[in-house]
Nanobody, 122 residues
């Protein structure tokens, strides 16, 4: 079992930045590929970004490419999502995800965090 706890959400104006963090409970953190997903009101949960176990490979949804950066620190069991140039359409609950394989869609996710709200005002 892996417990994931997100932090760093909040309210920001359009064009601003936020940095989300996800702390994992398990010592074998480096055995899991990690990802971020988001869910806006009335919409399905969608993929945002993913990172390989070593951190050497990253993947992004087209909607965030060039604005968001995913990174991980295996020594600290943490994964981060740096979000720049935020837009009102980025408003959603953001979820941390872990999986033995790259979590590129919701069905590939083994463990979920509880989510953190990100609100971008126009």
């Amino acid at each position: 079992q892996v417990q994931l706890v997100e932090s760093g959400g909040g309210l920001v104006q359009a064009g601003g930045s936020l940095r989300l963090s996800c702390a994992a409970s398990r010592r074998t953190f480096s055995s899991y590929a990690m990802g971020w997903f988001r869910q806006a009101p009335g919409k399905e949960r969608e993929f945002v970004a993913a990172i390989s176990k070593s951190g050497g490979s990253t993947y992004y949804a087209d909607s965030v490419k060039g604005r968001f950066t995913i990174s991980r620190d295996n020594a600290k069991n943490t994964v981060h999502l740096q979000m720049n140039s935020l837009k009102p359409e980025d408003t959603a609950v953001y979820y941390c995800a872990a999986s033995p394989d790259l979590p590129l869609n919701v069905v590939q996710v083994t463990y979920w965090g509880q989510g953190t709200q990100v609100t971008v005002s126009s």
